[in-house]
Structure formats: structure tokens, C-alpha cells
């Protein structure tokens, strides 16, 4: 596709549910990241896959957050057991290689809300 | 641990002013520093790059400079346009491929 797609826009699920959410990077773009934005904050970083490989999951902020990028290009971010805090917009981004000297282009982000 | 303040967080000016939105952050030891933009319900659109050896960057009517030593950037805004009413974000990359953004400045433009 011509920009980095997320699926869903929204997802409205209740607490203790799982959610997956997906991305679609730029076809071609090795690098891949997720952030998360809550509501008047900046966008907080949470992981980074250059390939298939998960080369920076720092971010995570605990075990119930996961992300796989099985064939080095549709990545999805699972969450087990959610939680009202989990509500927040979940953004991916990709780019060409993986130094950030280059453009980091963002999908439109999903939209979570645990209610 | 890097932080990242923006000033102020929210602006009001009338179409065709000039305007200069702030970004300070506590490490100099930057690897570069990018502008956004988001609009409302959407994802982040880069605007400016700027590489930590260079001191400025310029598109079209936006201009973003670096003072890397006293960890401030700018980004001018040149006769400012209603379609340029968003929230401007700044972000600093430390070398560990992730960003560290601030809250934003969110700009209205009114005609």
C-alpha cells in the first residue's frame, strides 16, 4: 500500500479481554515501531523491529504486551488481560532502514478503549 | 532519562501571522531531532529532520532550527494558514532508534 496501515481504527473491548491490533508497514520499510499516545500526551515508544526481530522491546510496559513481526513485514501488538490504563491510541510507524536519519512515516493508529 | 518540553502548549493566531513554536530537551547527546504534525484522530506526519551536526532545516514556510549545546529547537512558521491548524510535536532520538516526544503544541490559525 502506499502508506503504513492499522487495523482496527477502533476497538472497544472490556476489561480482562485480549486485543490484537495489526500494522501494515510501507512495502519494503525493515524497520518497524510501535508507539502508544494517551489522551494529551506525546506519543511513548514501546517497541522496534528491524526485520523479523524484535531488536528493542524496552518500551513494553509489562508482560501482558506483546508483538511479533513473523515475516519481516504485518507486525501485530497483542494484549492479554487488558485494563481500563491500556486505553490509549496505539500508533505504528515504519522506514527504510534503521537508523533514524531517515523519514519515519505513521499510520493512523487504533483507537483502544477498555471499558 | 531524556525529557522533552514543549512551549506553550496551545497557540492562537490570526491567518498570515508569523509564529515560532519552542521544544527543550534535558540531554544534549541527541542523534537528531524531527518535528511533526498531527491532525485530529490522525497519525503523525514528519515535517523537519534535523541531523545533530546541522543547525537548521527548511520547507516551503517552516523552518526548524538546532542548538544542540543548549538543548532547545525552534520551528518558525512563516504567514501562518487555517490549514495549518494542528498539534505540532517535537521528538529527540538518542541513538537507541527510539523517540522521545513532547506533549505537543497545538495551533489554531484563525482566519
Known amino acids: ?3 503504513v496501515s492499522q487495523t482496527p481504527s477502533n476497538k472497544v473491548t472490556e476489561k480482562g479481554k485480549y486485543v490484537e491490533l495489526r500494522c501494515d508497514p510501507i512495502s519494503g520499510h525493515t524497520a518497524l515501531y510501535w508507539y502508544r499516545q494517551s489522551l494529551g500526551q506525546g506519543p511513548e515508544f514501546l517497541i522496534y523491529f528491524q526485520g523479523t526481530g524484535a531488536a528493542d522491546d524496552s518500551g513494553l510496559p509489562n508482560d501482558r504486551f506483546f508483538a511479533v513481526r513473523p515475516e519481516g513485514s504485518v507486525s501485530t501488538l497483542k494484549i ?6 491500556d486505553s490509549a491510541v496505539y500508533l505504528c510507524a515504519s522506514s ?10 505513521f499510520g493512523e493508529g487504533s483507537r483502544l478503549t477498555v471499558l | 532519562k531524556q525529557e522533552v518540553t514543549q512551549i506553550p502548549a496551545a497557540l492562537s493566531v490570526p491567518e498570515g501571522e508569523n509564529l515560532v513554536l519552542n521544544c527543550s530537551f534535558t540531554d544534549s547527546a541527541i542523534y537528531n531531532l524531527q518535528w ?4 485530529p484522530g490522525k497519525g503523525l506526519t514528519s515535517l523537519l529532520l534535523i541531523q545533530s551536526s546541522q543547525r537548521e532545516q527548511t ?3 517552516l523552518n526548524a532550527s538546532l542548538d544542540k549545546s543548549s538543548g532547545r529547537s525552534t520551528l518558525y512558521i512563516a504567514a501562518s494558514q487555517p490549514g495549518d491548524s494542528a498539534t505540532y510535536l517535537c521528538a529527540v532520538e538518542a541513538g537507541s532508534y527510539q523517540l522521545t516526544f513532547g506533549k505537543g503544541t497545538k495551533l489554531s490559525v484563525i482566519p
Open chain 1, 1 to 3: 500500500g502506499a502508506g
Open chain 2, 59 to 61: 520547507s516551503g514556510r
Open chain 2, 36 to 39: 511533526f504534525r498531527q491532525d
Open chain 1, 80 to 85: 492479554q488481560r487488558t485494563e481500563r490504563g
Open chain 1, 96 to 105: 527504510s532502514s534503521g537508523q533514524l536519519t531517515g523519514e519515519l512515516f
